[in-house]
């Protein structure tokens, strides 16, 4: 893990700060990340292979499968309370296969109670903030 790496990961756990109990889905994500977690999350990590980890040396309840985050057709929408991913949209190819990442992330993430919540508001600032960073 690269210290820009961590640094995003220890944000996102701040900013948008889970709560017990919460599924979170880790598009691209390696179960190393969340093995200093000491909260108790629902943590789905997908990789174009599935990465085996020791599951006895993890807090969070974690399972990793093989998939194209750009396409989760094993997934329904709306089945995850936050979408986390760390540098990985630059890795999926070209502008509209990042434009897929994006819209898979939003579609898994389930609707908050208020349209103002600010962790909905933040989810969607961030994909479209490295969406328009591509473009530039």
């Known amino acids: ?32 990340f969340w093995k200093t977690v000491s909260s108790r999350y629902e943590i789905h990590c997908i990789n174009l292979d599935k990465i085996e980890f020791d599951a006895d040396e993890y807090q969070v309840n974690l399972r990793t499968s093989a998939g194209d985050c750009c396409e989760l057709n094993d997934e329904e929408d709306n089945s995850y309370d936050l979408v986390f991913s ?11 296969r990042q434009k ?18 600010p962790r909905t508001r933040h989810a969607y600032e961030v994909i479209a903030n490295s969406i328009i960073s591509r473009t530039k």
């Open 1 to 32: 893990c690269t210290s820009f790496r961590k640094n995003r990961f220890s944000r996102f756990l701040v900013e948008l700060s889970p709560r017990e109990g919460e599924k979170i889905i880790d598009l691209g994500g390696e179960p190393e």
């Open 86 to 96: 760390n540098s990985v949209i630059e890795h999926v190819g070209d502008f509209e």
């Open 100 to 117: 897929k990442f994006a819209d898979t992330a939003v579609d898994n993430i389930e609707p908050m109670r208020s349209e103002l919540n």
